[in-house]
C-alpha cells in the first residue's frame, strides 16, 4: 500500500509557502517538493490541500495538480511493485516519479490516463469476467450490468453534446452536475432513473480508487445525488389476478405462455429473472427451493393452488420466455383486454425536475415487476406476518419490502377492520 500526504514547508510564512509531498510505502519514506507554492492561509492543513477560498483564482489549477501527481505516484509504484508483488526500492520510485512526462503532454495525458468512459468500459469487463466482485464476493448479474453500458452510453452522448472528453481523474462536482442536468433536462428522465446513473458512476468511480486511478480526496469531494423517491407503481388485486387467470382469448401460444409465466410470478413473489427460468426439478412435498439471482440466498416457496395449476400444466417443464422487454410488450397486450384493467391510474414522479402527474390506463402500466409486487400486497392484505412474506420473497430489510406494499386508503381500512372484527 501506498499514501500520499502533501504539507507546506513553512506554515507561517506570511505569503506563500512551498508544498512538499510526503510519500510512505512498504516501511518506507521519501520527501519532495512538486515545485509547487501556496498561501498557508488558504491551506486546509487537516486535508493536506487547498482550501477554497472565494477570489482565490489558484484553488482549482493548483488542488488539480496536486491530485495529478498524487494519481501518478500510484500509478509509479503499482507499475514498479507490478500490483505488490515485487518490493520497491525508495531511490527508483523517486526516480520513476521525476521521469513521468511532462502533464502538458496532451499524447502522455491520453496514454496514462483514463477516460471516463474507457474506464466505465473497464469495470464491465471486470464484472463479467469476475475479476471486480460484488460485496457478497460474487460475479456481478447479467440485468446490473446492463445498467452499467446504458449508463456508459448515456455518458458518451453527454461527452458529444458538450463537445468535451472527460478524463476519469478530471470528473469532479461540476461535472456531475452537468451530467444529472443533461439526463433530468435534456433527456427529461425522471429523478429515480438520473439518480441510478449517478449511483453506477458513483460505484465505478469506488472501483478506480482501488485500483488507484483516482483520488479519494477528489471522490469525498464530490456531493453524489442519489436519492430516490417513492413512485406510485402498480399491483394487480387478486380478483384482477384471477381475471388473468380466466382469460382464453389470446392471439398467439406466447400470449398464453407469458399470461402463465406471470401468474408464476405473482404467486411465488420471484423477480422476473427467478420465475421465467424456474427449475420446477426443485420442486419438494409441495415446496419450491431457488437461489435467488440478486441476493444469492435460498427462498423456500410454498406451492400455492394457481402454482400447482401451472406446474401440472407444463408437466414440470415450463416455457421458454422471451426478453424482457418483448414479455412486457406482450404482458400489456393482453392486460388491455381485462375491462377492469381499463381504468384511469395516476402515478406521482419527479420529471425534468418538475412533480409530474402521469395519467394512464392501469393495463398501461403492467410489467414483469409488477407479479413481484403483487405477491407481496396481497400477501400483506392477507394478513400474512411480514417476516414470513419476507422471507419468502427474499426482502432483507422491512423499508425494502414496505416499497412494494401498494395498498391504497381504503384497502388498509378494510385490513384493519377485518383483524379488529377478528379479535
Known sequence: MISVKFYLK???????????????????????????????????FERGLPRKVKGDE????????????????????????????????????????????????????????????????????????GKRLTSKRVKMGYSTIQTFITTKNHFEQFEKNYKKTIYLKDFNQSVHDDFIEYLEIELEQSRNSSSKHITNIRQVLLYA??????????????????????????????????????????????????????????YTGLRFGNYVSLDLGLVNDGYIEVINIKTNFKNTIPILPEVERIISKYKGQLPAAPTNQEFNRTLKDISRRIPELNRPFEKRITKAREKQIIR????????????????????????????????????????????????DGMEHAKLLKSIINKQ
Not at 509557502?17 to 486546509?44: E, H, M, Q, T
Not at 406476518?385 to 423499508?399: C, F, L, Q, Y
Open 10 to 44: 513553512d506554515r507561517g510564512a506570511p505569503r506563500k509557502s512551498s508544498i512538499r509531498a510526503s510519500v510512505c510505502f512498504d516501511g518506507n519514506r521519501i520527501l519532495f517538493s512538486p515545485g509547487i507554492s501556496y498561501n498557508p492561509k488558504n491551506w486546509d
Open 58 to 129: 489558484s484553488y482549482a489549477a493548483v488542488t488539480s495538480r496536486l491530485k495529478e501527481l498524487e494519481l501518478r505516484i500510484a500509478k509509479s509504484y503499482n507499475d514498479l511493485s507490478q500490483n505488490g508483488t515485487t518490493r520497491v526500492r525508495p531511490k527508483i520510485l523517486k526516480s520513476k516519479i521525476f521521469d513521468a512526462p511532462s502533464r502538458n503532454n496532451q499524447a502522455t495525458k491520453e496514454k496514462l490516463f483514463y477516460t471516463l468512459s474507457q474506464f466505465i468500459h473497464t469495470f464491465i469487463r471486470d464484472c463479467e469476467t
Open 209 to 266: 480508487i482501488k485500483r488507484n486511478e483516482f483520488s479519494k480526496v477528489s471522490f469525498f469531494d464530490i456531493k453524489f445525488e442519489t436519492g430516490r423517491e417513492d413512485s406510485d407503481n402498480i399491483y394487480l388485486t387478486e380478483d384482477e389476478l384471477q381475471l388473468l387467470i380466466n382469460l382464453t382469448d389470446f392471439k398467439s401460444k406466447l400470449e398464453e405462455e407469458v399470461r402463465d409465466l406471470f401468474i408464476l410470478g405473482a
Open 360 to 407: 394512464k390506463m392501469k393495463w398501461e402500466m403492467v410489467m414483469t415487476h409488477t407479479a413481484r409486487r403483487s405477491f407481496c400486497t396481497n400477501m400483506y392484505l392477507r394478513s400474512i406476518p411480514v417476516p414470513t412474506i419476507m422471507a419468502i420473497s427474499g426482502h432483507r430489510t422491512e423499508k425494502n419490502f414496505y416499497k412494494y406494499i401498494k395498498a
